[in-house]
């Protein structure tokens, strides 16, 4: 590539704006480039930061991320981007600077979904989790010993916040509205399975529950109320409630973007509401709402950390000027170490309507759930058997039939068919 | 232009790790080359030091090049990434 006056703006400094801007570069974009983020960090990982740095077994600083970027970028960091004038292709921070751009890469991910209640989101106590920030600081209120934290939210978060409690030897409750844990994105069938490991190690599970407000004495969080009446004492409160789309700086931008993400074509460029791609913009990570070849060109925004490396390649190629092969598609995969029990899973469970258990035992917390819809494979979900998901997702991206006959099953008498238990 | 959060400054810039935990499937060659770096907990678990010091980059390098599925990436200041 010829060298070039051209300047590249990417908006975001979390693990897709990062992989994104070294593509660019390794793709031959020698023009000036600089990186804006929101927090005063270089892109750091998320992962360790609702695991070992809740332990105490790594610094919440030490998470910085490994970077080929060299001395050539601009890091704007702690000034987050306001607007967006693609008129005049220039981006405005909010300590007033305005920085002109020629390629733009959209990266701003996601924040914690709030506590509905300003008031109760912010007594001491009562915490979320995304950021390097936050767990620091809720890694110091669990070292204090509380007597009791209660996780609200069944997700992947709240499970790993609740199981790692117990590694620490904390009385800790969940409470989720759901069925089970992870009912929405696994289904009751494994989600109860995942929630008899929890209470296997001592949570104090309450699904089915809701907690309704939360009461403090003198700003110090003191117990929850759930909608039943039911009370429960506690100390934390952490607050995992699922991650909110950073768009709200795309307003008036023209773009198609709300808080579901920022429209993208197959591509990968930003598309205006209108539905016309934008040349000069390309989203990736969280942020990005992109139509999935795998599944019918739905349109998806994964929170997935593989989704941010790969997309984050994808759109830096793109945007320095190389022609993609194909439409972004990567594989979903996506993993989570609940305590010491490692959720791994390919593909999207989303309209599943059916279950096989095809590796391992259920009861035994080792298993690989493979999971269909009209006679395809869609997905799979792998506790503790991550060696086995390979094979199956041999299957889902080539959208084999279901069930499998033949492959990556330990049971050849048979497999038995369940329902994925979607609420 | 931000000066990075990150820098201590005093001490020899230690290395970055990171691996990529969807392409890893416990084979714990790491935790053979680097052990006080790298254990696995439970069956399958990873667990790993994202900020080793740079005295420690020989058991890093061990480490990255023995992991049957290329899941480590290293980044060393002292010797580029």
């Not at chain 1, 080929?68 to 405005?92: E, Q």
């Not at chain 1, 952490?238 to 709300?258: C, F, K, M, P, Q």
């Not at chain 1, 035994?364 to 799979?380: D, P, Q, T």
């Amino acid at each position: 590539m010829m060298p070039t006056s051209e300047r590249a703006v990417v908006v975001g400094a979390g693990l897709a704006a990062l992989r994104g801007a070294e593509a660019m570069r390794e793709a031959g974009f020698s023009g000036s480039l600089s990186i804006v983020g929101a927090e005063p960090y270089r892109p750091y990982d998320r992962p360790p930061l609702s695991k070992h740095v809740l332990t105490g077994a790594i610094r919440a600083d030490a998470t910085t991320l490994p970077s080929s970027l060299g001395a050539d970028v601009d890091w704007h960091l702690g000034s987050p981007a306001l607007g967006l004038d693609r008129a005049a292709r220039t981006l405005r921070l909010a300590d007033g600077r305005r920085l002109p751009y020629d390629r733009l890469l959209v990266a701003t991910g996601t924040r914690a979904r709030p506590w509905p209640n300003p008031h109760e989101g912010r007594l001491t106590g009562v915490f979320t989790l995304r950021g390097r920030d936050d767990a620091a600081a809720l890694r110091a209120a669990l070292a204090a010993g509380p007597r009791r934290v209660l996780v609200i939210g069944g997700g992947f978060i709240g499970c790993e916040v609740a199981n790692l409690c117990r590694q620490l030897g904390l009385p800790v409750t969940l409470v989720e509205p759901g069925p089970t844990p992870l009912a929405r994105v696994l289904g009751t069938t494994v989600g109860s399975l995942i929630g008899a490991i929890h209470e296997g190690r001592g949570v104090d599970l309450r699904c089915g529950g809701e907690v309704e407000w939360l009461e403090d004495e003198g700003g110090r969080l003191v117990r929850g109320h759930l909608t039943d009446g039911t009370r429960i004492d506690a100390d934390v409160a952490v607050i995992a409630l699922g991650a909110v789309r950073n768009t709200e700086w795309l307003a008036g931008s023209g773009l198609s973007a709300d808080p579901g993400g920022v429209d993208c074509d197959e591509a990968g460029y930003v598309l205006d509401a209108d539905g016309r791609p934008d040349p000069r913009i390309a989203a990736a990570g969280d942020v990005a709402r992109f139509p999935h070849p795998l599944y019918g060109g739905r349109r998806v925004a994964l929170e997935h950390w593989s989704q941010a490396v790969a997309q984050g390649v994808h759109a830096g190629r793109l945007l320095a000027g190389a022609v993609p092969e194909a439409p972004y598609g990567e594989l979903p995969t996506f993993w989570s170490t609940q305590g010491a029990v490692v959720v791994k899973s390919v593909g999207l469970t989303e309209g599943a309507d059916a279950l096989a258990f095809t590796q391992g035992e259920p009861a035994s917390g080792r298993f690989v759930a493979l999971y269909g819809r009209a006679g395809r494979c869609i997905a799979a979900v792998a506790v503790d058997s991550a060696r086995w998901l390979p094979a199956h997702a041999a299957l889902v991206a080539a959208g084999a039939p279901f069930p499998p006959r033949g492959a990556a099953a330990d049971r050849p008498k048979g497999i038995e068919i369940l329902a994925p238990g979607f609420p | 232009m931000s000066a990075p959060a990150d820098a201590s400054p005093g001490s020899p810039p230690g290395l970055r790790v990171c691996v990529d935990l969807n392409l890893c499937q416990g084979y714990a060659q790491c935790c053979y080359a680097a052990p006080r770096h790298f254990r696995i907990e439970g069956h399958e678990a990873l667990f790993y030091d994202p900020a080793p010091a740079a005295r420690d980059r020989a058991d890093i390098e061990r480490a990255r090049v023995a992991c049957p599925v290329q899941a480590i990436r290293v980044e060393d200041p002292g010797r580029g990434a």
